[in-house]
């Protein structure tokens, strides 16, 4: 791909790429970028699986995770996208599509998060139309559940995972 799948006024948006590796390891070295995402620490091994699971959504139904730069830079500022997951909790994240961002500390309390997800959402509801978008979001992440809300996600039910309550939400058509 020669450029972003999708500009918003301060972002583009990337389908993910091999080249997005380095920068995938960066944006997760972060302690308190993990802190909600399970805190486990990570390594390049790790973050070049998440970057296959992020390319084979892509490939194998046609939506996933995009990367996300500042506008018009290779800064890779965090990741986000609705993208096809299998959690293994049933109640709704199993095999289908589910909304997810990650972003660097030094974007937080701007509105990015919510700017990618609204174009993120967008695209994904003009390619498929009609269709319901999960998520799940750490019980104590309360900036992410305030943007899951300005998205229009309702929860539905809770799970626990390794110690975490996960918040189950849902934006249906």
């Known amino acids: 791909m020669n450029g972003p799948e999708l500009s918003t006024q301060r972002l583009d948006l990337w389908r993910p790429a091999a080249r997005d ?4 390891v ?3 070295a972060d302690d308190e970028v993990r802190r909600h ?8 091994v790790e973050e ?3 970057l296959c699971r992020n390319a084979g959504s892509w490939a194998l139904y046609g939506y996933g995770t995009f990367v996300c730069r500042a506008q018009g830079t290779d800064d890779v500022l965090g990741i986000c996208g609705v993208f096809h997951s299998w959690r ?3 109640q709704g994240l199993d095999d289908t599509p589910e909304i997810g961002w990650i972003f660097a500390r030094k974007t937080w309390g701007q509105g990015i998060a919510t700017e ?3 174009a993120a959402l967008g695209w994904f509801d003009a390619a498929f139309p009609g269709r319901r978008v999960a998520c799940m979001i750490n019980d104590t992440n309360l900036p992410s559940l305030a943007v899951a809300d300005k998205l229009g996600f309702v929860r539905y039910g809770a799970e626990a995972d390794h110690g975490a309550q996960l918040i189950l939400l849902e934006r249906l058509p």
Not at 37 to 43: A, C, I, K, S, V
């Open 116 to 118: 990618a997800a609204r």
């Open 37 to 44: 995402l399970g805190n486990r620490p990570t390594d390049p």
């Open 26 to 28: 960066d944006l997760l």
């Open 48 to 50: 070049f699986n998440r």
């Open 88 to 90: 293994g909790f049933g």
């Open 21 to 24: 590796h380095a920068a995938l």
